[in-house]
């Protein structure tokens, strides 16, 4: 079956991304409201539905690169990103709601999408992540995929009123994915 436009499948299609709509308000809730989740995020727990939705309006339906991360239900479990930093350089961020860490789900995303991603902006030079020193989660996932550990990148930004050191990551187009 022919894949439809903006949308991306694992094989065997344990998941897969399409663009996000207003209708995964609820779903998305499930992940924004959760202290947990944003913990190494630079955004806050979203408090009520109508926060919800007001974010996914201004901030998601206008992002530039978001897709939903979706079972085969087509329910969003979470969603990855691609931000832009310059011509030549984007940023991939992931969240996923805490019931579904730890089954593999955020290592097939990313690693879907940097396949996508170099074909779709052949312009990209170097996608990077960047990755709280505490969050071994993310780290893991991102060994997992390819990309490299840069470095340590001390006192790096302020999440929730705490200084805190990044580490830098990245993958080229001349790497080579796992
Ligand atoms: C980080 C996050 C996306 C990881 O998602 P996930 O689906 O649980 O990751 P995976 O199941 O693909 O796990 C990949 C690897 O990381 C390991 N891992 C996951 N969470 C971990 C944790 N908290 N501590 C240690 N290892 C962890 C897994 O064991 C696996 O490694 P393995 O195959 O060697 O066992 C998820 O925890 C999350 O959404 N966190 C909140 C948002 C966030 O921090 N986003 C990233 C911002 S940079």
Not at 145 to 168: A, P, Q
Request: aromatic share 10%.
């Amino acid at each position: 079956m022919e894949t439809p436009q903006n949308m991306i499948s694992s094989s065997p299609g344990r998941i897969y991304l399409r663009p996000m709509i207003l209708s995964d308000v609820d779903d998305y809730m499930v992940w924004a409201t959760d202290s947990k989740v944003a913990r190494f995020c630079t955004w806050e727990p979203c408090t009520s539905r109508d926060e919800a939705i007001k974010y996914i309006t201004d901030k998601v339906l206008t992002h530039p690169w978001l897709r939903a991360i979706c079972l085969e239900d087509d329910r969003p479990i979470g969603y990855i990103l691609i931000m832009p930093v310059d011509d030549i350089r984007k940023e991939i961020g992931y969240v996923l709601a805490r019931k579904y860490w730890g089954k593999g789900f955020a290592t097939e995303a990313v690693r879907l999408v940097t396949a996508e991603i170099f074909k779709e902006m052949p312009e990209i030079e170097r996608l990077e992540a960047l990755v709280d020193v505490e969050n071994v989660g993310s780290q893991r996932v991102l060994e997992k995929v390819g990309f490299t550990r840069e470095g340590l990148m001390r006192k790096f930004i302020c999440i929730k009123g705490s200084v805190r050191d990044t580490v830098m990551f990245s993958f080229l187009p001349s790497d080579i994915l796992k």
